[in-house]
């Protein structure tokens, strides 16, 4: 991280140039965040801390960031290009030297971003932009692709693999069942609107709407602005993290034992899965 003088004091710039540091992400939650420690709070630690890598693929999130970077700036897209390079570009065959198949649906799915009228009219205001605020007196942190200020709504593209109006199998909570919902709303997505919107409200003083900006990664891209404007809806998703968090604050602070999940790799790695079964 980029290292700049405060004072007499030398000071990272945890909302700035040294977002996604490590010492940006002990010092603040962020819905991710949050979201790794509601899956395993011991790999979730122990990822804090630097003593496990994340081992899942990521080619998915790199697809995604190439079309975030595209619609940020010329600049920022040529620079992720750049440094990602090597697994973007294939290396051998017919292809040599052209981007990869995943990346290749990544291109097509900016070309239909860029071709949809409604969205360029949507995706005007400030890039990436940094907020913060407090959440039950956590503080916690997020980045927007765009916030428009002056008409107060912000928007997140968001990639699907599968058609937008597709349904995700996942457990209530509440009764235990499998329930069927929206691929954003399995995903923490609209927890994330919904944690914007209160930090922008803290730091603006205003409303601000949230708009999910989908498109898919079928080979023929779909898209469409999903615009929030229940707040019963956004309430609901903030209500469960409101009463967990304190909780994960402490685990993430060492004031209480952090549980292993007994299923993920890491719990498989550390031999924290389950060892004995009764039956």
Same mark, same amino acid.
């Given at each position: 991280?980029?290292?700049?003088?405060?004072?007499?004091?030398?000071?990272?710039?945890?909302?700035?140039?040294?977002?996604?540091?490590?010492?940006?992400? =002990?010092? *603040? #939650? +962020?819905?991710?965040?949050?979201?790794?420690?509601?899956?395993?709070?011991? =790999?979730?630690?122990?990822?804090?801390?630097?003593? #496990? &890598?994340?081992?899942?693929?990521?080619?998915? /999130?790199?697809?995604?960031?190439?079309?975030?970077?595209?619609?940020?700036?010329?600049?920022?897209?040529?620079?992720?290009?750049?440094?990602?390079?090597?697994?973007? @570009?294939?290396?051998?065959?017919?292809?040599?030297?052209?981007?990869?198949?995943?990346?290749?649906?990544?291109?097509?799915? @900016?070309? =239909?971003?860029?071709?949809?009228?409604?969205?360029?009219?949507?995706?005007?205001?400030?890039?990436?932009?940094?907020?913060?605020?407090?959440?039950?007196?956590?503080?916690?942190?997020?980045?927007?692709?765009?916030?428009?200020? &002056?008409?107060? *709504?912000?928007?997140?593209?968001?990639?699907?693999?599968?058609?937008?109006?597709?349904?995700?199998?996942?457990?209530?909570?509440?009764?235990? =069942?499998?329930? !069927?919902?929206? #691929?954003?709303?399995?995903?923490? *997505?609209?927890?994330?609107?919904?944690? *914007?919107?209160?930090?922008?409200?803290?730091?603006?003083?205003?409303?601000?709407?949230?708009?999910?900006?989908?498109?898919?990664?079928? +080979?023929?891209?779909?898209?469409?602005?999903?615009?929030?404007? +229940? !707040?019963?809806?956004?309430?609901?998703?903030?209500?469960?993290? +409101?009463? /967990?968090?304190?909780?994960?604050?402490?685990?993430?602070?060492?004031?209480?034992?952090?549980?292993?999940?007994?299923?993920?790799?890491?719990?498989?790695?550390?031999?924290?899965?389950?060892?004995?079964?009764?039956?």
């Amino acid at each position: 991280s980029k290292i700049r003088k405060g004072g007499d004091q030398m000071t990272l710039d945890l909302l700035g140039e040294d977002y996604y540091s490590v010492a940006s992400a =002990r010092q *603040y #939650w +962020s819905i991710s965040q949050y979201k790794r420690f509601r899956e395993c709070e011991a =790999r979730a630690l122990a990822e804090l801390e630097g003593e #496990w &890598e994340d081992q899942r693929d990521n080619t998915a /999130l790199l697809v995604g960031n190439m079309v975030h970077s595209y619609f940020e700036s010329p600049e920022a897209h040529k620079k992720f290009m750049d440094e990602n390079a090597d697994a973007m @570009i294939s290396k051998a065959g017919k292809t040599k030297g052209q981007l990869k198949a995943d990346f290749l649906v990544g291109q097509r799915m @900016i070309e =239909r971003l860029e071709a949809d009228k409604q969205f360029m009219e949507y995706y005007v205001g400030q890039k990436e932009v940094a907020v913060k605020g407090e959440i039950e007196g956590v503080e916690f942190k997020g980045k927007i692709d765009c916030l428009n200020v &002056e008409k107060g *709504y912000f928007v997140d593209i968001k990639t699907t693999k599968s058609d937008i109006d597709s349904m995700v199998w996942v457990q209530d909570e509440a009764s235990g =069942r499998n329930i !069927q919902v929206r #691929w954003f709303e399995a995903w923490g *997505y609209v927890l994330q609107m919904a944690a *914007y919107k209160k930090m922008l409200k803290e730091q603006y003083g205003k409303e601000f709407t949230p708009v999910i900006y989908a498109v898919t990664k079928e +080979s023929t891209p779909d898209t469409r602005a999903i615009v929030f404007q +229940s !707040q019963e809806k956004l309430d609901y998703e903030l209500s469960e993290l +409101s009463m /967990l968090i304190k909780h994960l604050d402490d685990v993430k602070k060492g004031k209480e034992e952090a549980k292993p999940c007994g299923h993920c790799e890491y719990c498989k790695t550390k031999a924290l899965s389950q060892r004995v079964e009764v039956v």
